[in-house]
């Protein structure tokens, strides 16, 4: 956003500068042609009164010996001629009989005054001719040519022009620093400030960021301060009451399993079932509060994950994935299933014991459900894990909700489970910026994909 704000700013001060720097060097350099051809208008109406002299009296060494003397001062040739196109003097080796010199004398002949065009710029070179009619009135008695010299004036435009471009530059370096510290004293805030909602949303200690800014931004710090003081609390207190329940309740819980199972021996036949069923329900409790911690775990390292990045981490996700195989590879032959690993060599944004956590989540649901004589195949390769089998699968309405917390199918729900492998691997797999996207296989079957590019 700074580099967007600063872009902006540096267009407008490049536009503002521009806008007033080009006109004033248009005006510098008007001005400087302006005083060339008001300085030599004053020479040639000089000479034109001097050849004018020549023609009435007969006399041309005045204005030869005045052209003379000019052209070895100013180094500027000037040629004079009658109203006959007779030469009276030329000097600095220019003639009459020239294309351009030819030109302008019959101009100033016909009694019209020429005046050039255009504006004396820092590279300008090529020498300005003038003329001017000598005589009086309507009678014209001769004509008057002079070539000018830009050289002198084009340097005073280029001198002057340092200046206004010097001052331009001091100018927009000065709008440019103004710029850099107007965006830090805004954006400086509202960077905080994101670093701050980051924090928060990722479950983790609030940061409060420091009152800085216009007033509009001090007091929406401080209002997100006190709102993620409350809601971190809140947070909070939820988490320690997951935890703290799980803890608390482990205790008593274990207590009950040894009176449960010391129990047993002194039931009769009769009350097996009912001693069975109970065992099983507090098998299932257990699993219940061993899944609320180890979600609880997952949640906070997702949390922690989301402020501070992956830095980097990566694993070679065939390795874990025939290592997590060969682990399962026993469960499965109790449970009638065929488990196969084929995969290319990958990997993927994750430690190996969050990936082979996750696999174990979708290794152990897959064996669970899949069936007997159901067959499940694990693919590994760049950012990729997929767990695939060939049982019944589920419903396009089961696979919406399939990552729910506690969500189970209705079929299922007569076997061992909580409802919290998925849910928790979907934590682990989001903290390092991945998702898990279920689909039905063909025919049958379910296919489990963890991205973790």
Avoid at 131 to 140: D, E, H
Avoid at 142 to 153: C, K, T, Y
Avoid at 182 to 189: D, K
Avoid at 368 to 384: C, F, L, P, Q, S
């Amino acid at each position: 956003m700074r580099t967007r704000v600063l872009a902006v700013l540096l267009a407008f001060v490049l536009l503002a500068t521009a806008g007033f720097a080009i006109p004033l060097l248009t005006v510098t350099a008007t001005q400087r042609t302006q005083q060339l051809l008001l300085a030599r208008a004053g020479d040639l109406d000089r000479f034109a009164a001097l050849a004018d002299d020549a023609a009435t009296t007969g006399d041309e060494s005045t204005v030869t010996a005045e052209a003379t003397r000019y052209t070895e001062l100013y180094g500027e040739p000037i040629v004079v001629v009658t109203a006959r196109r007779v030469p009276v003097v030329a000097t600095g080796g220019m003639t009459a009989a020239e294309p351009a010199v030819s030109q302008l004398i019959d101009t100033a002949l016909r009694n019209q005054r020429t005046n050039p065009a255009g504006t004396i710029s820092p590279w300008s070179s090529a020498p300005v001719l003038l003329a001017r009619p000598a005589g009086a009135g309507t009678r014209v008695s001769g004509a008057v040519v002079l070539r000018v010299s830009v050289q002198a004036a084009a340097a005073d435009v280029a001198h002057s022009w340092t200046f206004v471009l010097a001052g331009t530059a001091l100018f927009t370096l000065a709008c440019l620093a103004l710029a850099l510290a107007a965006t830090r004293w805004v954006l400086g805030p509202l960077r905080r400030l994101d670093h701050a909602v980051g924090r928060l949303t990722a479950g983790l200690p609030p940061e409060h960021p420091r009152l800085a800014g216009p007033p509009e931004l001090r007091k929406l710090t401080a209002g997100f301060n006190r709102m993620s003081d409350t809601v971190t609390s809140a947070l909070e207190q939820q988490r320690r009451l997951v935890a703290d329940t799980s803890h608390q309740l482990r205790n008593p819980m274990s207590a009950l399993r040894l009176r449960v199972d010391t129990l047993r021996a002194h039931l009769p036949e009769s009350a097996a079932r009912t001693y069975a069923g109970a065992v099983g329900a507090l098998e299932r409790m257990e699993n219940l509060l061993d899944g609320l911690l180890t979600l609880a775990g997952a949640e906070h390292r997702a949390g922690e994950l989301a402020v501070a990045g992956t830095n980097g981490v990566s694993s070679d996700v065939n390795a874990v994935a025939a290592a997590q195989v060969h682990l399962w590879q026993p469960v499965a032959e109790r449970a009638g299933v065929e488990l196969v690993h084929n995969g290319l060599s990958g990997t993927v944004s994750a430690t190996e014991a969050e990936l082979a956590q996750v696999l174990d989540v979708l290794l152990d649901n897959a064996i669970k459900y899949a069936g007997r004589g159901a067959r499940i195949e694990v693919r590994g390769r760049d950012g990729m894990l997929e767990v695939r089998d060939n049982g019944p699968g589920l419903t396009e309405a089961e696979l919406a909700r399939a990552q729910t917390r506690f969500w189970r199918a209705e079929r299922h729900r007569s076997r061992p489970g909580t409802g919290l492998g998925l849910a928790i691997a979907e934590r682990l797999v989001a903290g390092r910026g991945g998702r898990i996207e279920l689909s039905a296989a063909t025919p049958h079957g379910l296919v489990v994909r963890v991205v973790l590019s």
